[in-house]
């Protein structure tokens, strides 16, 4: 059965047969990573260009990394070195990149809806590597899988998020991603970083933390993105850290195995307590592990591997 999906674009677009796939598929690539060759053949031939309009540490390096050990011939691009300082338009660029025939091209943008705008109009796949405040799926299905991973299941887990919801693409993706799982979404952070509507997407909305760690299978902490802020939302950080901070304390309202995860990057002291971070429960690295694999399976099969495979 072929994916039959061309583009990634958010994880409204996935059914759970979809996820699931997504996620075994990425168990089988996992274990390239651990090989001394780290490099199957499996994407030669392809060209996958990576544009990347703000800042990344972990998603554009573990793109590039997913890509090398595919075998794809890849090219990065930074918003500073291209054509765009000029004034020449997200359209245009992309126009002259479909003139070289790339396969792929991986775009992070700091408007929503940006790799969606590419996907209508050109040629190759477009995955989305976050767009403004709005999905950054592959994200979503790095923390799928290292759940699954450490819980066994997703369906019928309890999962709090916790911080500055409105502004995150994480929070987004994962809402989405954890209920067409069958997963029990609990979204908490102050008034003002609370979306209008979230309800709407299937969680429960808590403004107060203790609530909604009571009993979680699976706490997630967000930071606080100042850079998609207009204005100040908090009196201070010191506040924010003494309400919505997670420390050892607190995390004894989740349940006794529950897992803490976190996007990054994290502000230590902030949203999370650097004994928490470090501690036995977090698998915020095994995150970054999983983040390889996923990608891996996300090129592979938007890139017709799984036909090639039957």
Known sequence: MTFGHKHILGMDQFSADDITRILDTADSFKEISTREIKKVPTLRGK??????????????????????????????????????????????????????????????????????????????????????????????????????????????LTVAIVGDIAHSRVARSNIIALNTMGA???????????????????AEIHTDMQSALEGADVVMMLRIQQERQGRTLLPSTREYSRFFGLNPNNLQLAKDDAIVMHPGPMNRGVEIASSVADGDRNVILDQVENGVAVRMALLYLISGGDKLAE
């Open 184 to 202: 029990r979404v609990r979204l908490a952070g102050p008034r003002t970083l609370l979306p209008t509507g979230a309800e709407r997407l299937g």
């Open 47 to 156: 060209t996958i260009i990576n544009i990347f309009f703000e800042a990344s540490t972990r998603t554009r390096a573990s793109f590039e990394i997913a890509e090398k050990r595919l075998s794809a011939d890849t090219l990065n691009i930074s918003a500073s070195t291209s054509a765009l300082v000029k004034g020449e338009t997200l359209e245009d660029t992309a126009r002259n990149l479909e003139a070289m025939h790339p396969d792929i091209i991986v775009i992070r943008h700091g408007h929503s809806g940006a790799p969606h705008y590419l996907a209508e109009r050109c040629n190759f796949s477009v995955v989305n590597a976050g767009d403004g405040a709005h999905e950054h799926p592959s994200q979503a299905l790095l923390d799928l899988m290292t759940i699954r991973e450490k819980k066994g299941t997703i369906g019928g």
